[in-house]
C-alpha cells in the first residue's frame, strides 16, 4: 500500500558488441555488413540461439540445392548455390530460388532485380483538399500515389481495390493502379471493366 508504483519500463538493456574483421558493432548493424552473406533472422538465430562466433554467423552457408541442375545467365552456367556467391546477385539464396524455380523469371532478371522492400505502415505527409470550392492544405496519414496522399480506405473507395490490396502494393501503389488502367478521375476498376476481377489478378500475379 505504501509503495509507490513503476513507472515506465526502466533502462534500455545495453545492445550486444560483436567484434570481427577487427570492428565493433552490434547484430543488426553486421547484418547490414556487406560481408554478411544471410538474413537478419539467420545472423540472430546463429548467434543467439546457436552460439557461434560472429564472423562464421556471417560468412558460413548452410544451404544447399535440392538437385545439382545448372542454370545459365551472362554466358556462364553455375547451380543456384553458386549464383547466390555472384556479385552480380542482389538477393538472398531463398528469393532467388523463389524466383527461378517457383515464379519462373529468368535468371538474369531473377538476379540482378532488388527486392521491393515492403513499408512498415502508411506515411505521413501534407497534401491537400477541396471542399466547397475552397482548397486547403492538410497533413494526412495514408498511402501516396498520383500526387495525393489518402488513407486506405480512401483508396480503396476510389480505385475498387480492397484495403489490403492498396496497404500490400504501398510503396508502388500508383504503378500498381497503372497496370490496372486506374488514373485519377477515372471510376473505380470493379465498376469500369466488366474483365476486372481477372485483369486484377494477372496484374498481381505479374508483379509478384
Not at 548452410?62 to 553455375?78: C, I, M, R, V
Not at 478521375?185 to 498481381?204: C, F, L, M, W, Y
Request: a positive charge; aromatic letters at 8%.
Amino acid at each position: 500500500m505504501t509503495t509507490l508504483p513503476k513507472t515506465g519500463h526502466g533502462p534500455r538493456k545495453p545492445r550486444k558488441i560483436y567484434r570481427a574483421f577487427g570492428e565493433a558493432k552490434t547484430a543488426g548493424a553486421w547484418a547490414r555488413d556487406e560481408r554478411c552473406i544471410v538474413t537478419t533472422q539467420s545472423l540472430n538465430y546463429r548467434l543467439k540461439v546457436l552460439g557461434w562466433p560472429i564472423e562464421k554467423a556471417m560468412t558460413w552457408t548452410a544451404w544447399k540445392p535440392e538437385d545439382k541442375d545448372l542454370y545459365t545467365a551472362f554466358d556462364e552456367t553455375k547451380t543456384l548455390s553458386d549464383w547466390t556467391q555472384d556479385q552480380r546477385c542482389v538477393v538472398d539464396r531463398y528469393t532467388l530460388r523463389d524466383r527461378v524455380l517457383h515464379k519462373r523469371w529468368s535468371l538474369e532478371e531473377a538476379l540482378t532485380t532488388p527486392k521491393v522492400e515492403r513499408p512498415l505502415g502508411p506515411i505521413t505527409a501534407a497534401t491537400t483538399v477541396t471542399r466547397g470550392g475552397m482548397t486547403h492544405s492538410r497533413t494526412v496519414n495514408g498511402y501516396e500515389a498520383f500526387g495525393l496522399v489518402l488513407p486506405a480506405k480512401e483508396w480503396a473507395a476510389q480505385t475498387g481495390l480492397s484495403v489490403a490490396t492498396v496497404r500490400k502494393y504501398a510503396n508502388e501503389l500508383e504503378k500498381h493502379l497503372t497496370q490496372l488502367g486506374w488514373s485519377r478521375g477515372k471510376p473505380p476498376v470493379a465498376k469500369s471493366r466488366t474483365d476486372s476481377t481477372e485483369t486484377h489478378q494477372k496484374a498481381i500475379d505479374e508483379d509478384d
